[in-house]
């Protein structure tokens, strides 16, 4: 399931198994209910509730993750009313309960989904934007989208990292990829969107402090907010500019009819 992630190479029976997963670790994160997905995707752990585990992915990948609630930045984003509010109104933890951990692929697909969940309750409660999910060819191509208030389609890419990860998102290969990734959602999006201008927007949660400066290519076509939560009252308050002299949240305007 990980390894086929935002290629638009997932088949429905693949898409259901990664919905399955991420609906019951983001409401049991420490695998507190039993269930077909803590038998095959969790191990018992006990009072340990932190570890560090290798995992080799499909295409030669060593990744070494921090598995716990800390590295999720659940707590850090719990802070946040819009983001707990959002959480509770959907039955997800806000906390971690239980006596499992995550195998490492699940904890990627949580973790992400963290970042994806606590973004989207900002989007509500703070700028009123109405996020809707991707379906169908287009499945995590992004992870979500809103409709702009000018009638494009933004699509919007959720980054759940802390400081460090900020210049990856500024390669050209990075660039490369994002550009690929909008030619490709024009070549298989619903016939809704035809029409439509598409925007791609990446937004690292906390990659950056406060003070950070968002970054757009392409006439804006797409733009990054890095640090997301760090400069959320910037962002509110409409200070936060782009390396294009533009404000950053001009963005954030969804057209909710």
Known sequence: VVDRIGKGEMSEEFVDRYQLIRDYSLKNPRGLNESEIRRSCFVYSGDISSVRANSIYEDGTKITPVISEEAS???????????????????????????????????????????????????????????LPLKGDIFEIADFYFIHEDGSVVFVDIKNYGTNSEDIYTSQEWLRKTRWKLERLKELAPDEFEGKDFKFLYITTFSSDEGAV??????????????????LERLRLGQMKTNHGRYAHEILKGDNK
């Open 214 to 231: 968002a970054k757009e290519w392409d006439d804006g076509a797409i733009l990054t907010i890095p640090g997301f939560f760090p400069n």
């Open 73 to 131: 930045f659940l707590p850090d984003l719990m802070k946040f009313d819009g983001v707990a509010n959002w959480f509770k109104e959907n039955d997800y933890a806000t906390s971690w309960e239980g006596e499992y951990l995550m195998e490492p692929q699940t904890f990627y697909i949580y973790k992400g989904a963290v970042g994806e969940e606590a973004v989207r309750g900002i989007l509500k409660e703070v700028f009123d934007i109405k996020t």
